[in-house]
């Protein structure tokens, strides 16, 4: 009887072995499913944002020359007018953007084509939002030289509304100009542009100022 015990512990130690084994196995597959599927998302992930970054750099190779055009003839620094672009239209996904090419959320003239679309405006230190009027433009050069030219020749009722932007030698004092002489209310609009600028070395598209 003791030798058939002793059998029939082995064989049950046998058993128990074979389950651990195959338990183990059935784990590494787990585990190296699981890397494959990690490996293959973040190879996703890498391949959309290299497809993201190379649509933003192309965009932006497409405004800069423009851009530096209208530096040249109204004083708007280059860096600014694009970056303003790309934080105004939201890299040209806005709506405003798409269907209507303001690039900068310029609001419309008495008379002149317009949209009506919903806004944020920072008031008493809080977002709020309305409904406001834009101005629509037949192409994105046209929306490009509206800004420019508003910044050059300042609003219907102050034309040095943005004397002070004008006057700007580089992009960081440019910016803030945005903010001291009303361009935006956001706070943190001039270091959100500045950022961009940086980000993206937009200042190598500045014409050299004399």
């Not at 405003?96 to 609001?107: D, E, V």
């Not at 949209?115 to 037949?138: H, M």
């Amino acid at each position: 009887m003791a030798k058939k015990k002793r059998r029939k512990s082995k064989k049950k130690l046998r058993q128990q072995r074979l389950l651990w084994l195959i338990g183990g196995l059935f784990a590494l597959v787990v585990v190296a499913s699981m890397v494959s599927e990690t490996v293959i998302y973040q190879r996703q992930q890498t391949q959309s944002e290299d497809a993201d970054h190379a649509q933003k750099a192309a965009w932006i190779n497409q405004l800069a020359p423009y851009a530096r055009e209208l530096q040249e003839k109204y004083h708007v620094i280059a860096s600014i007018s694009i970056a303003q672009a790309i934080l105004e239209s939201n890299w040209n996904t806005s709506t405003l953007a798409t269907q209507y090419h303001n690039l900068y959320g310029i609001k419309a003239d008495a008379g002149q084509k317009s949209v009506i679309l919903p806004t944020k405006e920072y008031e008493n230190g809080q977002w709020i939002t309305i409904q406001g009027r834009f101005a629509a433009y037949s192409s994105w050069q046209e929306s490009m030289k509206a800004h420019a030219m508003l910044l050059y020749r300042g609003t219907s009722w102050n034309t040095n509304q943005y004397q002070h932007v004008l006057a700007a030698k580089d992009y960081a004092t440019a910016a803030q100009a945005l903010t001291q002489d009303g361009y935006a209310t956001d706070p943190s609009y001039a270091k959100k542009l500045i950022t961009i600028i940086q980000t993206w070395h937009l200042d190598r598209f500045d014409v050299p100022t004399k």
